[in-house]
């Protein structure tokens, strides 16, 4: 690399050299400048196309792409032209001697077109088919002409060549039977002996995925058998993964009266371990809009599947509404704005099964205060979560879900932060899914203790909660006090809402708010993209006029 | 920037497009339809499907002259270890016992667009989508939004569904010089 470099360096200055008569004007020192930029120039650009060759060539090497192009495929060769579905009586000499001109040719499908469109025009009858067959050499194909009414049982499975084999067996591996359903292993037992269909074979998958989890995780293998005209259905059954990685998660949201708030993810993860990076910038989330970068180690297996750790540092500066400043001015027993945070938080997570966690860790975060004059200070707590989750179906085939989450935070003068605050948040959010309609239900509490800084309070009125509100209209500095509750329906993409809570100080009166919209909303719980209208109901009455429009994505 | 400009380039040479029996044909030894979890979802007896999707446009990213799509069922025979498509459309078209680059190749194959659909008396450019059965990706030129069409993006089911999308364009070409290379 070293010695590339010598020579890359040297090189130029020959050509500088051509260049001399004209740079006979200028002075000694700016020559030698114009001679060091021309070479500089050139080397870069070596350097630049070095690099690009090598990124190139590693990008083809991680993602498995070979730079090596794939043969280039001959076109078969016909040794035999057949119909089917026809009486042999109606194909005329003719009809025979033009597919005769087929054979020996290479595949061409036009020409099998033309042929084939001749001979339906002749007998009058509808093709239905051009169907090619392994030849008896290689690089040969037998060609059949089918005509009438397509085969009626030629649906997507009959599509499968692996329809044609009998299955052998149906295996269950990696769990007793005893955990799975009657129903189900009836229908195992009805594969063996049929032919092969994909299609039942994953509704069988789906059915023992949903009995078995959340423990566990199925999947499905098709093995030839013993002879070769059978084959083997093998369900593997592995257990889940005790705990998950933290996604940071990509979104891009938007609220009419919010502006619009993204956040983007680089995961980079090899088996147990994850780094993260992340950019951010939110107007959504919290009082402030906050925009920065975020990075996160984590691992899930500690020495134990059961335990894990991350460690997030963020960077973020702050921007603040004149709604914010305003009431903070007549709020002087709460924290005011800060330009800059920063802050890590390093945790430990303990999972008894894949549906319960209890996290312990820290939470270290200094902000900038602008006034009375430039000055730092610390929001350490201490953290403590716990979550659970759990989905089961019903005999009726019915879906249900249920989580709940707790979290605590307690800032004290051990920990030497400047704020001394407890902060307990819970919510709990039940979904019940039956064919096309969904039904769900969520709660959120929140009691803060003592002075909290201004990311710590709680706010309603972004686009996930009190939809058809305006969080600055609402609360601009938020809440040391918070209760919350949504009942939303959904058919199939549309949803009817409505949302209902309070966000309040301490030893103040409070009233709770109300809201009811539709929208649009993925059914996908994985990438949740939304479509929103919220209207506020203001003393008692729906205020169409006033609508809150949101949409966004959540993946 | 210049490695992406560069990659996108090499990318876009992978399409070979011809004049053949008066017709617009397009092949792409590198064009890779068989890779990926479509691929491992063929090799353990399921089956996919792919839909391929040919345009002529007056630029690169311009108006759509004509265009034509087809969706072709692929399967891999275990026993046999070859791959078996099925064109869906009447008359049905399918062939068997076919290598992963014969049943990719065959699939193209299948796609043509008559030479009388193409100007005459202007460049164009050739674009060649393709992608595995799943809620169809909103399209370049479908930029108009309409309640199916939100409709259609709010309902997908699930990513795994959408395992294999990809567009190679080339261009531009004319006509003449298309012929003339016969």
Redesign the interface.
């Known amino acids: 690399m070293v010695g590339k470099r010598r020579f890359s360096a040297l090189k130029p200055f020959t050509q500088c050299d051509r260049q001399s008569q004209a740079n006979r004007a200028l002075s000694p020192q700016n020559q030698c400048l114009v001679q060091w930029r021309c070479s500089c120039f050139t080397v870069r650009m070596r350097n630049l196309l070095f690099i690009i060759i090598c990124l190139k060539l590693s990008i083809a090497t991680v993602f498995g792409q070979t730079p090596e192009t794939p043969p280039q495929v001959d076109k078969p060769v016909i040794e035999s032209v057949d119909i089917s579905g026809v009486e042999e009586r109606r194909i005329t000499t003719e009809l025979r001697e033009r597919m005769q001109e087929l054979v020996g040719q290479r595949f061409d499908q036009l020409a099998a077109d033309e042929v084939a469109f001749e001979i339906q025009n002749a007998i009058s009858e509808r093709i239905s088919a051009i169907r090619q067959f392994e030849g008896t050499q290689p690089g040969h194909i037998k060609v059949v002409f089918e005509f009438g009414v397509p085969r009626i049982d030629e649906d997507e499975h009959d599509r499968n060549v692996n329809s044609r084999y009998t299955v052998e067996d149906v295996e269950l591996q990696g769990v007793s039977e005893s955990l799975v359903s009657d129903e189900t292993r009836r229908q195992m037992k009805d594969l063996v002996g049929s032919r092969m269909d994909d299609d039942r074979a994953e509704n069988i998958l789906r059915r023992l995925s949903r009995e078995l989890r959340p423990s566990r995780v199925v999947t499905k293998r098709v093995v030839r058998g013993a002879d070769r005209k059978y084959v083997r259905i093998i369900f593997d059954v592995e257990r889940a993964p005790y705990l998950n990685f933290t996604k940071l998660g990509n979104y891009f949201v938007g609220h009419s009266k919010q502006s619009v708030s993204l956040g983007v993810e680089v995961p980079i993860q090899k088996r147990n371990n994850r780094f993260t990076f992340g950019i951010v910038n939110d107007g959504d989330q919290l009082i402030e809009r906050f925009s920065g970068y975020r990075l996160s180690f984590e691992n899930i297996k500690a020495g134990t599947e059961h335990l894990g750790f991350r460690i997030e540092f963020h960077s973020y500066k702050d921007q603040w509404k004149e709604a914010t400043q305003i009431a903070l001015a007549a709020s002087p027993q709460v924290p005011g704005i800060y330009r800059k945070r920063t802050g890590v938080e390093p945790t430990l997570t303990f999972a008894f099964d894949p549906r319960l966690h209890i996290s312990i860790g820290a939470s270290v975060d200094e902000m900038q205060f602008q006034y009375p004059a430039i000055h730092y200070q610390n929001a350490n707590a201490g953290i403590a979560a716990v979550t659970f989750e759990t989905d089961w179906e019903d005999s009726g085939s019915n879906d249900h879900n249920l989580s709940a989450n707790y979290l605590a935070r307690a800032a004290t003068r051990n920990l030497d932060s400047d704020f001394i605050y407890t902060r307990h948040y819970g919510e709990l959010s039940y979904k019940f899914t039956t064919r096309n309609n969904q039904f769900v239900a969520t709660a959120m509490a929140g009691a803060i203790n003592g002075t909290a800084p201004l990311f710590e309070r709680f706010l309603l009125g972004n686009t996930s909660t009190l939809r058809g509100w305006n969080k600055y209209d609402l609360a601009p500095i938020g809440g040391d006090r918070l209760t919350y509750g949504s009942l939303e329906y959904r058919y199939s993409v549309f949803q009817l809402f409505y949302d209902a809570g309070s966000v309040w100080d301490k030893g103040n009166s409070h009233e709770t708010s109300h809201a009811v919209g539709f929208g649009l909303h993925s059914r996908d719980d994985d990438s949740q993209w939304f479509f929103t209208f919220g209207v506020p109901i203001r003393s008692g009455r729906i205020q169409p006029l006033k609508p809150v429009f949101m949409l966004g994505g959540r993946f | 920037m ?2 992406i400009a ?2 996108g380039s ?1 990318i876009a040479q992978n399409l070979k497009v011809r004049l053949e ?1 008066d ?1 617009l044909r397009v092949s792409g ?2 064009v890779r339809l068989l890779t990926g979890r479509p691929l491992d979802r063929l090799r ?4 996919v ?1 792919y839909v391929l999707e040919l345009t002529v446009r007056t630029e690169k990213a311009g108006r759509v002259l004509t265009k034509v799509k087809e969706r072709f ?1 692929l ?5 046999e270890e070859k791959f ?1 498509v ?1 064109r ?1 459309a ?8 076919l ?1 992963a ?2 049943a990719q ?1 065959w699939c193209l ?2 796609l ?1 667009i008559p030479a009388s659909q193409l100007p005459g008396d202007r460049t164009f450019w050739v674009e060649l989508e393709y992608q595995t059965e799943g809620p169809p990706a909103a399209s370049k030129s479908d930029s108009n939004l309409t309640l199916s069409s ?2 259609d ?7 795994e569904e959408q395992q294999l999308h990809d567009i190679d364009v080339v261009g531009p070409f004319h006509l003449e010089d298309l012929r003339k290379k016969r």
Request: contains cysteine; hydrophobic residues 30%; proline residues 6%.
């Open positions: 210049l490695f560069c990659s090499l029996a017709r030894p590198q353990n007896g399921g089956s499907i069922t399967s891999y025979d275990l026993w078996s099925t869906q009447t008359p049905t078209r399918s062939a068997s016992n290598s680059a014969a190749a194959d299948s043509s939100l409709i993006i709010f309902s997908r089911r699930s990513p």
